[in-house]
Nanobody, 122 residues
């Protein structure tokens, strides 16, 4: 089992920045692909970014150049830096984990956090 706990969400004005954190416990963190997904009201959960166990990253087109994912294996924590935020970035952001193989599909991830709300006002 892997337990994930997100933090760092909150209200922010358009153009602002936030840093989300996801602390993991339970298994060898470095073996896991860590992903961030988001879900806005009335919409499907969508891929935002992932970082592989080796540090390779991938981003959704909608956030490329604005968001940055990173991980600190010594702290078993993954981060998502959100910059140049837009109102359409408003959503609950979820951290997720799966072993070894990268994926942009939410259903491929085995472990999920409880989510953290990000609200961007114009």
């Amino acid at each position: 089992q892997v337990q994930l706990v997100e933090s760092g969400g909150g209200p922010v004005q358009a153009g602002g920045s936030l840093k989300l954190s996801c602390a993991a416990s339970g298994r060898t963190f470095s073996n896991y692909v860590m992903g961030w997904f988001r879900q806005a009201p009335g919409k499907e959960r969508e891929f935002v970014a992932f970082i592989s166990s080796g540090g390779s990253t991938n981003y959704a087109d909608s956030v490329k150049g604005r968001f940055a994912i990173s991980r600190d294996n010594t702290k078993s924590t993954v981060y998502l830096h959100l910059n140049s935020l837009k109102p359409e970035d408003t959503a609950v952001y979820y951290c997720a984990a799966r072993r070894l193989v990268t994926s942009v599909v939410a259903g491929d991830y085995n472990y999920w956090g409880q989510g953290t709300q990000v609200t961007v006002s114009s």
